[in-house]
């Protein structure tokens, strides 16, 4: 059952006492098709809402908390990273820890991966490390099989592997969202259209972690709203997607034309906000019903909302929380 609606004085912005969150409904072990399956249910009707968790690695909840803190309810969707740096890679283990306690609350769980890039070392700095430029040539060494670069790309994947294998012994599905805003240049996955860019390594990914056995993963493609269109060329092909997410940036909610483009490009799969700085609003969530998650980015929960406005989405009536996603 859905918590009591805000007052009218919260409704007009006026900041209230945290509400009391529903009782959190403990998810058993679960096959990914059942996500799948219930984003797809309530595509039109509801939206489960999410917060990212962002680094350090050791305080994978500070964020979950936050929402806690101003609202009296736990997000919906609880969102963690792979990592990159070398003190939050050691620290891996924490985030597998809190995502499976996520889970046993009645949270969906979706991860990230700022990946190093294959031409620095195995840990790195944002800077110069996952926010770097690589050659059209280097990335192309990197997709081909048998090549230096290929190597060191496939043995980063491996080392994530055994992690995402304690989910899936633990029957926990993650909302698996690698090389994100893949359409931007800020990273070195990214701004590589066409069959050769990006879609290939997505694809590669995805072939090389069903192999090893990942039958948990709920592969999440992403895009950011940037002011190119044509995002349709980054894609790797419905085979290799369950869900289709952007990321909203530039305009701090997404445009209609942001949002049609996203439906059409899924062709009926589920959409998502996979980051956003500014929570959703009634606004929004009328005119955008399609939206089945959304993910507020780590500090701008705080930082780009005032706390009425992020209890005026925790509250909203389409708005599911933990405790109320519901297989």
């Given at each position: 059952?859905?918590?009591?609606?805000?007052?009218?004085?919260?409704?007009?912005?006026?900041?209230?006492?945290?509400?009391?969150?529903?009782?959190?409904?403990?998810?058993?072990?679960?096959?990914?098709?059942?996500?799948?399956?219930?984003?797809?249910?309530?595509?039109?009707?509801?939206?489960?809402?999410?917060?990212?968790?962002?680094?350090?690695?050791?305080?994978?909840?500070?964020?979950?908390?936050?929402?806690?803190?101003?609202?009296?309810?736990?997000?919906?969707?609880?969102?963690?990273?792979?990592?990159?740096?070398?003190?939050?890679?050691?620290?891996?283990?924490?985030?597998?820890?809190?995502?499976?306690?996520?889970?046993a609350n009645g949270s969906l769980v979706t991860?990230?991966?700022?990946?190093?890039?294959?031409?620095?070392?195995?840990?790195?700095?944002?800077?110069?490390?996952?926010?770097?430029?690589?050659?059209?040539?280097?990335?192309?060494?990197?997709?081909?099989?048998?090549?230096?670069?290929?190597?060191?790309w496939r043995s980063r994947m491996a080392a994530?592997?055994?992690?995402?294998?304690?989910?899936?012994?633990?029957?926990?599905?993650?909302?698996?969202?690698?090389?994100?805003?893949?359409?931007?240049?800020?990273?070195?996955?990214?701004?590589?259209?066409?069959?050769?860019?990006?879609?290939?390594?997505?694809?590669?990914?995805k072939d090389y972690f069903d192999s090893q056995?990942?039958?948990?993963?709920?592969?999440?493609?992403?895009?950011?709203?940037?002011?190119?269109?044509?995002?349709?060329?980054?894609?790797?092909?419905?085979?290799?997607?369950?869900?289709?997410?952007?990321?909203?940036?530039?305009?701090?909610?997404?445009?209609?034309?942001?949002?049609?483009?996203?439906?059409?490009?899924?062709?009926?799969?589920?959409?998502?906000?996979?980051?956003?700085?500014?929570?959703?609003?009634?606004?929004?969530?009328?005119?955008?019903?399609?939206?089945?998650?959304?993910?507020?980015?780590?500090?701008?929960?705080?930082?780009?909302?005032?706390?009425?406005?992020?209890?005026?989405?925790?509250?909203?009536?389409?708005?599911?929380?933990?405790?109320?996603?519901?297989?």
């Amino acid at each position: 059952m859905k918590v009591p609606r805000l007052t009218a004085a919260l409704a007009l912005g006026v900041l209230a006492a945290p509400m009391a969150a529903a009782p959190a409904q403990a998810f058993p072990s679960t096959p990914k098709q059942t996500v799948i399956n219930y984003l797809g249910s309530i595509t039109g009707a509801n939206i489960v809402s999410g917060q990212h968790n962002k680094e350090p690695a050791s305080n994978p909840g500070q964020y979950t908390q936050q929402v806690r803190d101003i609202t009296g309810q736990h997000p919906g969707l609880w969102g963690g990273d792979m990592m990159f740096d070398a003190a939050d890679v050691a620290n891996r283990q924490r985030v597998i820890d809190q995502a499976r306690t996520e889970w046993a609350n009645g949270s969906l769980v979706t991860l990230t991966w700022h990946a190093c890039s294959p031409t620095v070392g195995a840990t790195c700095g944002f800077e110069g490390g996952v926010k770097t430029s690589i050659s059209n040539t280097q990335f192309q060494q990197i997709v081909t099989g048998g090549t230096a670069l290929n190597n060191t790309w496939r043995s980063r994947m491996a080392a994530v592997v055994p992690y995402l294998r304690q989910l899936r012994d633990a029957g926990v599905p993650v909302l698996w969202r690698p090389f994100h805003e893949m359409n931007e240049t800020w990273n070195w996955w990214g701004g590589r259209p066409g069959a050769n860019g990006g879609a290939k390594i997505f694809q590669q990914m995805k072939d090389y972690f069903d192999s090893q056995g990942l039958t948990n993963l709920i592969w999440v493609w992403n895009v950011q709203d940037n002011p190119n269109a044509n995002w349709s060329q980054y894609y790797p092909g419905s085979g290799y997607v369950d869900v289709v997410s952007l990321d909203a940036w530039y305009k701090g909610l997404p445009s209609a034309g942001d949002y049609n483009q996203l439906l059409s490009i899924a062709a009926g799969k589920p959409i998502a906000l996979a980051e956003t700085g500014k929570v959703p609003t009634a606004a929004l969530l009328s005119s955008q019903p399609r939206w089945t998650y959304f993910m507020v980015w780590s500090e701008q929960l705080r930082g780009s909302n005032s706390n009425a406005e992020i209890q005026n989405a925790y509250f909203h009536p389409r708005v599911f929380n933990q405790g109320e996603v519901r297989f």
